[in-house]
């Protein structure tokens, strides 16, 4: 699977929206990028994926740039229960893998 | 609706005895995965079934470790003779196909601990 870039940490204020970035400048045509995020001591929780269009659901929303070597997923409201690893995969086949992510923290 | 389930969620064992990790995956997901999870190592595939058959093993680190799945539901994962190495979060996690167009629901996994 094509390798993701995320920035290491990043603060968000309550209420306003959460723009998370990851780059994947080698992926390839058939990978999708997915969005997990793990709250402390819990099991990952899928957020969105997607191939080539922008994605939403009730969670969040996906950007997938045109030539596909970076997105950013978009919290649109963050609420102090959004706290989490964010974790960017590319992703080939079923394998996932996690690394080390985006540490959020929504304050107050 | 019920999310993926795993039980026990804390197991404490003594090195050497055999434990049995429980994952009860949603509803008519056909596919289903084990992973570990550790500080060192990250997220870790281990196997993953499509139904009650098991076509990719190659994650398992050891013959220590087996997995079965029945009736195409609950799943159990197998690791005998545990070693302090094997002390990690044990997840489990489903889907409705294997592609990675679907996608995996974790349940909260298993935290075993070797002593």
């Known amino acids: 699977d094509a390798k993701t870039t995320q920035p290491p940490s990043m603060d968000c204020a309550e209420g306003r929206a959460a723009n998370l970035p990851c780059n994947h400048s080698?992926?390839?045509?058939?990978?999708?990028v997915y969005w997990y995020r793990q709250i402390h001591s819990q099991g990952p929780q899928y957020i969105i994926h997607?191939?080539?269009n922008n994605e939403t659901n009730e969670m969040a929303s996906l950007i997938i740039t045109e030539d596909r070597k970076s997105s950013t997923l978009i919290l649109p409201h963050a609420t102090l229960r959004d706290t989490a690893v964010y974790y960017c995969i590319v992703l080939h086949d079923y394998k996932l893998s996690f690394g080390a992510g985006t540490t959020v923290t929504v304050r107050a | 609706g019920a999310g993926v389930s795993q039980s026990p969620s804390n197991k404490v064992t003594e090195k050497g005895k055999d434990v049995e990790l429980r994952c009860d995956p949603i509803?008519?997901?056909?596919?289903l995965y084990w992973y570990r999870q550790s500080l060192g190592q990250g997220l870790e595939f281990l196997i993953y079934?499509?139904?009650?058959?098991?076509?990719?093993k190659s994650g398992l680190p050891s013959d220590r470790f087996s997995a079965e799945r029945t009736g195409g539901s609950v799943s159990t994962l197998t690791i005998q003779r545990t070693q302090q190495e094997d002390s990690a979060v044990y997840l489990c996690a489903s889907s409705t196909g294997v592609s990675p167009a679907y996608e995996q629901y974790f349940g909260p996994g298993t935290r075993l601990t070797v002593t």
């Open positions: 080698t992926i390839s045509g058939n990978e999708y």
């Open positions: 509803s008519g997901h056909t596919a």
């Open positions: 079934f499509q139904g009650n058959s098991a076509p990719d």
């Open positions: 997607g191939l080539k």
